[in-house]
């Protein structure tokens, strides 16, 4: 069974740091590009960045590049996301997804399976 | 960006009826590269459909994708409570990747 387990999500203020972690079981990591996803409170879903099973392929939306960093370590079968200058509008509920079999980090397909999310809260 | 525009935003219906959901493109997805997601109220999104028309593993027949082109919908016969979610439409197509703004569906 394919299990996605996000962590690493609290509180934090305007323009410090956090770094939020997936780790993932139940299906050959390595093989798979890797994303993640947020969802405001409220709102609607939005794909933040992924990265290529190998991290030879990285993307990222708009909205963080610059500020937000990609990882992942395929010995430990976990995906990273560095995330600094936090902004009160990357307050969200932050998602690991697994990509379909054909994806990669810059062009994600559809996402076959979903973390239960971390909540990420930027606010002074 | 190809902006998915997804109609009604609430859908109000009986058990036991047909609920269809509708996703438009602002142009044309590539390949039919379309997907459909089910979230339920504190859980995390589910895969229903990929590629316009296939279901994914797992999910019942009475969920069904069709359309093409920037078209696209999901059928859902024989509504259930357990129906009850939000369902967003995603294009894989091009680049940016983007999500439609979610149908709600309710039990009448």
């Known amino acids: 069974e394919v299990q996605l387990v996000e962590s690493g999500g609290g509180l934090v203020q305007p323009g410090r740091s956090l770094r939020l972690s997936c780790a993932a079981s139940?299906?050959?990591?390595?093989?798979?590009?890797m994303h993640w996803v947020r969802q405001a409170p409220g709102k609607g879903l939005e794909w933040v960045s992924g990265?290529?099973?190998?991290?030879?392929?990285?993307?990222?939306a708009d909205s963080v590049k610059g500020r937000f960093t990609i990882s992942r370590d395929n010995a430990k079968n976990s995906l990273y996301l560095q995330m600094n200058s936090l902004r009160v509008e990357d307050t969200a509920l932050y998602y690991c997804a697994k990509d379909s079999p054909f994806g990669s980090g810059s062009y994600p397909d559809y996402f076959g399976y979903w973390g239960q999310g971390t909540l990420v809260t930027v606010s002074s | 960006e190809i902006v998915l525009t997804q109609s009604p935003g609430t859908l109000s219906l009986s058990p036991g009826e047909r609920a269809t959901l509708s996703c438009r493109a602002s142009q044309s997805v590539s390949s039919n590269y379309l997907a459909w997601y089910q979230q339920k109220s504190g859980q995390a999104p589910r895969l229903l459909i990929y590629?316009?028309?296939s279901r994914a593993t797992g999910i019942p027949d009475k969920f069904s994708g069709g359309g093409s082109g920037a078209d696209f919908t999901l059928t859902i016969t024989r509504l259930e409570p357990e129906d009850i979610a939000v369902y967003y439409c995603?294009?894989?197509?091009?680049?940016?990747?983007?999500f439609g703004q979610g149908t709600k569906v309710e039990i009448k």
């Open positions: 590629g316009a028309s």
């Open positions: 139940g299906f050959s990591f390595r093989d798979y590009a």
């Open positions: 990265i290529g099973w190998n991290s030879d392929s990285i993307g990222y």
């Open positions: 995603q294009q894989y197509g091009s680049s940016p990747r983007t």
